[in-house]
Nanobody, 121 residues
Framework: QVQLVESGGGLVQPGGSLRLSCAAS????????MAWYRQAPGKERELVAS???????MYVDSVLDRFTISRDGASNTVYLQMNSLKPEDTADYYC???????????????WGQGALVTVSS
C-alpha cells in the first residue's frame, strides 16, 4: 500500500515559522499532484496549497506571500514552509497526494495522518 507520513507540526509564536514535511512510501508508479489541506475546529477542511508534477503551484488567498509549497521528486516528499504565522493558521494540517500505484492504471488519492499546528503566545 501507499502511505504518507507527516512531520513538523508543533507550537509556534505569532510571527514565527514552521516547516511541514510529507513523505510517500510504497509501490508507486508516479505522483501527479501534491497538496496541503487544513481544518480548524468547527470549520470546513480547506485546500491551502498544491503543486503539480509540472511545478504549477496554487495557494489559498489567506496564505499568499507567507506559505511556500515545494516538492522533491527523488524522495517523493512535499513540503510546506510557513512564515509569518498567525493565530488563525492554527489547525490540523493534512497532506494529500494523487498517485498511481504500481499495481493499477488509475490515480488514487492518499492522505497523511495529520499534523497539529498551534500558533499562540
Amino acid at each position: 500500500q501507499v502511505q504518507l507520513v507527516e512531520s513538523g507540526g508543533g507550537l509556534v509564536q505569532p510571527g514565527g515559522s514552521l516547516r511541514l514535511s510529507c513523505a510517500a512510501s510504497g509501490s508507486i508508479f508516479s505522483i501527479n499532484t501534491m497538496a496541503w489541506y487544513r481544518q480548524a475546529p468547527g470549520k470546513e477542511r480547506e485546500l491551502v496549497a498544491s503543486i503539480t508534477d509540472g511545478g504549477t503551484k496554487m495557494y489559498v488567498d489567506s496564505v499568499l506571500d507567507r506559505f511556500t509549497i515545494s516538492r522533491d521528486g527523488a524522495s517523493n516528499t512535499v513540503y510546506l514552509q510557513m512564515n509569518s504565522l498567525k493565530p488563525e493558521d492554527t489547525a490540523d494540517y493534512y497532506c494529500k497526494m494523487t498517485v498511481r500505484p504500481a499495481w493499477t492504471f488509475q490515480n488514487v488519492a492518499v492522505w497523511g495522518q495529520g499534523a497539529l499546528v498551534t500558533v499562540s503566545s
